[in-house]
């Protein structure tokens, strides 16, 4: 059983910064990409950041510059930190984990940006 637990959401200012986090516990094997979706309502779900377990990250071309996604593989955590937040980067944020060709899921959590 694996379970992955998202914190830091909330509601941020149009400028404003946030960091995201999420830890994996349970029966893990190795970790390999961890990554971080949204959704909007009516809007489809993406995928916002991913890293593999070497470091190598890839962004969705509307964040690059702004968020960066971090993760430490002896605690199982992948981080993301989200700076010039702009008002249509609200959404419901899930954290992903593939372990041995399966992808588990949080619960997501809420972030909100006000102008």
């Known amino acids: 059983q694996v379970q992955l637990v998202e914190s830091g959401g909330g509601l941020v200012q149009a400028g404003g910064s946030l960091r995201l986090s999420c830890a994996a516990s349970?029966?893990?094997?190795?970790?390999?990409?961890m990554g971080w979706y949204r959704q909007a309502p009516g809007k489809q779900r993406e995928l916002v950041a991913a890293?593999?377990?070497?470091?190598?990250?890839n962004y969705v071309d509307s964040v690059k510059g702004r968020f960066t996604i971090s993760r430490d593989n002896a605690k199982n955590t992948v981080s993301l930190q989200m700076n010039a937040l702009k008002p249509e980067d609200t959404a419901v944020y899930y954290c992903?984990?593939?372990?041995?060709?399966?992808?588990?899921w949080g619960q997501g959590t809420q972030v909100t940006v006000s102008s």
């Open positions: 890293i593999t377990g070497g470091g190598s990250a």
């Open positions: 349970g029966s893990i094997a190795t970790i390999r990409t």
């Open positions: 992903n984990a593939e372990i041995l060709r399966i992808n588990y």
